[in-house]
């Protein structure tokens, strides 16, 4: 073949506005035969870890860039030499760095420039390239930190050139190991190879414990060492801690900002000195949306559902939004606009193994209670699976954020920018309460809205928060005002 059936696959744009992704997993390599739809790598944006497929069939001929590395949109991230004759005539592509060559082969040379497709773009800087751990031992793996340390240029120089060694078949890849998503990243925090987990889950899959047990058992031998014996430095950091810190050991950690956690920074510093915050709260008996919860978990309309307060503390917000439709919308600063929606799509954050995140369930107004609760449910598992697209996280109105989940009373919230509300609901937990002139114990919880003062004023906002604990003190009223 010629290299003009070589086809270059670019670093799509796969969230709104995203301009870098940073690779995490190559599931392919040189060699390796790919068909069209089969994924090819695993990338985490600034939103969501997404696996990207590859659009055509043919041959690996080369991966331009190691794992850990962060990529503009619009570079070719891995060359393919394609079945058949040649790919159609290409414009002429802005010049890239080439690709090493594989051990034996000739270098090759850029392959002209493919068609954009939907969400492609052409990089406008150049590659940034991260610290990463020693790559797996392989010529193609040796071959990419190479190029990387020439293009930084700061790479440590070989002591005398290099020889290839002759073209030989390629050994048979060693089978993946099976783990989640979320399993993989956990290790790739604490620094943990896979290869080397012995797993204890269904059909051989890989565990959270089981990474967690990997890495008990490497630090037993350091604990027996001597104590001035001292320990070696971790192989990476992980995003947030995920184990208490021994103070007996290094006196700082530095953890890199990038992904989820950048995004959020950058959110949450626009949210807080964009607009202007005010927040209420209302301490509320729910003892009535407790039984209709274990109530409503006996309805054969809910069955195989979850079924929990939020589930009811969401539709009081959305019935509340229903009476005051004015809480549910947005500033448009370039047209000095309030843009007041007639649609909710209500977000709810949620605590990841990646960072906090905020998907939305579109449309939550038009559902009716199963329906919402289905929605619930699968937001939640795919949040936790790691799966949550970029798309689920755009187009937000109001969000609830669930901090009783930690035994919080309550918080002052944030909002989500290009949002004017956001519910935070505090933990659910007896307390002395007056009721029909007696102090009982009583389940409460304390509610706490933020929202933007130059579109919500305290009456509005007031009444927004009122209706929604008028809701959970007395449920029935889901029917009257819904």
Not at 18 to 24: D, F, K, P, S, V
Not at 198 to 226: L, M, N, S
Request: with cysteine; charged share 20%; glycine share 8%.
């Amino acid at each position: 073949m010629t290299n003009a059936s070589v086809r270059e696959f670019k670093m799509p744009d796969v969230g709104e506005g995203l301009t870098e992704a940073e690779i995490l997993k190559w599931y392919v390599q040189p060699g390796d035969t790919v068909t069209d739809g089969q994924v090819v790598c695993e990338v985490e944006t600034a939103k969501a870890a997404v696996e990207l497929p590859i659009p055509y069939d043919g041959v690996v001929r080369a991966l331009h860039f190691p794992e850990g590395t962060t990529v503009d949109v619009g570079t070719s991230i891995i060359a393919v030499e394609v079945a058949g004759g040649a790919a159609p005539a290409q414009q002429e592509a802005p010049a890239v760095p080439a690709p090493a060559a594989e051990p034996g082969q000739p270098a090759e040379q850029p392959a002209a420039r493919q068609p954009v497709l939907v969400g492609y773009g052409v990089a406008t800087s150049s590659t940034r390239r991260r610290p990463r751990k020693q790559a797996p031992d392989t010529a193609a793996r040796q071959a990419a930190s190479a190029v990387q340390s020439e293009l930084n240029g700061h790479g440590a120089a070989p002591a005398a050139p290099v020889t290839p060694p002759a073209p030989a078949v390629p050994a048979a890849p060693a089978q993946r190991p099976l783990a989640k998503p979320p399993v993989r990243k956990l290790a790739k925090d604490l620094g943990v190879d896979l290869a080397t987990v012995t797993p204890t889950g269904p059909d051989g899959v890989i565990t959270r414990e089981d990474v967690h047990a990997a890495v008990a058992a490497a630090q037993a031998p350091q604990q027996a060492a001597p104590a001035d014996r001292p320990a070696a430095p971790a192989a990476s950091a992980p995003d947030r801690p995920t184990a208490p810190v021994s103070y007996d050991s290094a006196r700082e950690t530095r953890v890199p900002v990038k992904g989820v956690r950048k995004a959020t920074a950058a959110a949450m510093v626009g949210s807080a000195f964009t607009a202007p915050h005010v927040t209420e709260f209302v301490t509320v008996d729910v003892t009535r949306t407790m039984k209709l919860v274990e109530e409503l978990k006996q309805d054969k309309e809910f069955a195989g559902l979850r079924v929990n307060p939020l589930l009811l503390i969401a539709k009081a917000l959305l019935v509340a939004i229903r009476r005051n439709p004015d809480i549910n919308a947005s500033w448009d600063e370039a047209a000095q606009e309030i843009v007041v929606k007639h649609y909710v799509n209500l977000g709810i954050a949620a605590a990841t193994p990646r960072g906090l995140i905020v998907p939305n369930i579109k449309d939550a107004h038009a559902k009716t209670l199963p329906e919402l609760a289905a929605s619930l449910g699968e937001l939640v598992s795919t949040a936790r699976e790691g799966k949550t697209s970029p798309s689920a996280m755009q187009g937000g109105t109001v969000t609830i954020t669930n901090v009783g989940v930690f035994g919080v009373d309550t918080g002052t919230p944030l909002l989500n920018p290009g949002e004017s509300a956001i519910l935070a609901v505090g933990a659910i937990k007896p307390q002395p309460w007056v009721h029909k002139g007696k102090v009982k114990p009583r389940p409460v919880t304390t509610l706490a809205l933020s929202f933007d003062h130059r579109l919500v004023d305290g009456e509005l906002g007031s009444k927004v928060l009122a209706d929604v604990a008028a809701v959970l003190e007395q449920p029935k009223r889901l029917i009257t005002w819904a």
